[in-house]
Nanobody
Framework: QVQLVESGGGLVQAGGSLRLSCAAS????????MGWFRQAPGKGREFVAA????????YYADSVKGRFTISRDNAKNTVYLQMNSLKPEDTAVYYC??????????????????WGQGTQVTVSS
């Protein structure tokens, strides 16, 4: 079992920045990839970004490319999501997810094994 705790969400003006953190604990030794997803009210959970633990390979949804940056600190078992140039459409609950081993996709929710409780990000215009 892997426990994930997100933090850093809040209210920000359009064009502003915010950094989310995801601290992983438990059986983290075998983790393959960490991802960020988001879900707006009435919508499905959407892939945002992912990063592999070993090589630091990153993947981004087209909607956030050039604005968001995912990174990780292996020693701290922590993943970050730096969000710049925020838009109102970025408003959502952001979830951290862990893929314990390669499960076929970095962007599919069903490929992830553990999820955090989420942190609210609200972008006002």
């Amino acid at each position: 079992q892997v426990q994930l705790v997100e933090s850093g969400g809040g209210l920000v003006q359009a064009g502003g920045s915010l950094r989310l953190s995801c601290a992983a604990s438990g059986r983290t030794f075998s983790l393959y990839v960490m991802g960020w997803f988001r879900q707006a009210p009435g919508k499905g959970r959407e892939f945002v970004a992912a990063i592999t633990w070993s090589g630091g390979m990153t993947y981004y949804a087209d909607s956030v490319k050039g604005r968001f940056t995912i990174s990780r600190d292996n020693a701290k078992n922590t993943v970050y999501l730096q969000m710049n140039s925020l838009k109102p459409e970025d408003t959502a609950v952001y979830y951290c997810a862990a893929q314990r081993y390669y499960s076929g996709s970095y962007a599919y929710t069903g490929a992830y094994h553990d999820w955090g409780q989420g942190t609210q990000v609200t972008v006002s215009s």
